[in-house]
Nanobody
Framework: QVQLVESGGGLVQAGGSLRLSCAAS????????MGWFRQAPGKEREFVAS????????NYADSVKGRFTISRVNTKNTAYLQMNSLKPEDTAVYYC????????????WGQGTQVSVSS
C-alpha cells in the first residue's frame, strides 16, 4: 500500500506560480512512478504530468507543456509539480497518483488539493 498526501494548493492570480507537493509513505516506495492529474468542476479528470521511476521519462499534457514541471526527491519520498504562468483554465482539484512501474494503471491516489487561478 502507498499513501499520498498533497499540499501546496491555493488561490493565485493569472501569471503567478504555485508548487504542489506529494508526500508518499507506505511499505515500499521503490519502483514507484508518480503522476499528477486534475479535475475541473463539471469536467472529467485529466492527465497533467508523469515521471517514470525506471527511466526518468517525463510526460506532460499539451496544455501545460512549458509551464509545469514534475520532479521528485527520492530521499524525501516526495514528488512536486511546479506550476508557472498559471491561467484561469488551470483551476481544478489536483491529485497526485502513484503506480508500481510495471503496472500501467495508477492504483494509489491522494485526497486532492484545490488550485484556483483568478483572472
Amino acid at each position: 500500500q502507498v499513501q499520498l498526501v498533497e499540499s501546496g494548493g491555493g488561490l493565485v492570480q493569472a501569471g503567478g506560480s504555485l508548487r504542489l507537493s506529494c508526500a508518499a509513505s507506505g511499505r515500499t516506495l521503490s519502483r514507484i512512478s508518480m503522476g499528477w492529474f486534475r479535475q475541473a468542476p463539471g469536467k472529467e479528470r485529466e492527465f497533467v504530468a508523469s515521471l517514470s521511476w525506471s527511466d526518468g521519462r517525463l510526460n506532460y499534457a499539451d496544455s501545460v507543456k512549458g509551464r509545469f514541471t514534475i520532479s521528485r526527491v527520492n530521499t524525501k519520498n516526495t514528488a512536486y509539480l511546479q506550476m508557472n504562468s498559471l491561467k484561469p483554465e488551470d483551476t481544478a482539484v489536483y491529485y497526485c497518483a502513484a503506480r508500481y512501474d510495471w503496472i500501467p494503471k495508477y492504483d494509489y491516489w491522494g485526497q486532492g488539493t484545490q488550485v484556483s487561478v483568478s483572472s
